[in-house]
């Protein structure tokens, strides 16, 4: 890997994915999904914030700091309750990344039974 003058001492955020599905849930079940990301920066990684996009979400992330080339999960728990069909949602991880927010999407399709 490259190291240019601008990158250095840059932490940067990178996930596996940024799309998850939970597909089928029932109405009612809470669910969770985890988002693998490594800090390929040259500097500790620091989530700041995050920035659920409804109260049905909840967000479980690491509170100190993630070190160069070390790996952390970032899980979103999803209440389905009160919902119904096909739902997209969305989280902004707020962190020392220059490309910060970034944006984790997430789909459910919710059953209902009555």
């Known amino acids: 890997v490259e190291t240019t003058l601008e990158n250095k001492g840059q932490a940067r955020m990178v996930f ?3 799309n998850n599905t939970f597909g089928d849930v029932k109405q009612d079940e809470v669910v969770g999904i985890n988002y693998r990301f490594i800090n390929e920066g040259d500097a500790p ?4 914030k995050i920035e659920k996009g409804c109260g049905c979400t909840e967000v479980k992330y690491p509170k100190s700091a993630i070190q160069s080339r070390d790996s952390g999960i970032v899980e979103i728990i999803f209440d389905s309750a009160g919902f119904s069909g096909k739902q997209f949602k969305s989280v902004m991880i707020y962190c020392n990344d220059p490309k910060s927010p970034i944006q984790l999407n997430f789909s459910a ?5 009555y």
Request: no cysteine; proline share 0%; hydrophobic share 40%.
């Open 45 to 48: 990684l620091i989530i700041n």
């Open 109 to 113: 399709n919710v059953i209902s039974e």
């Open 16 to 18: 596996n994915t940024k």
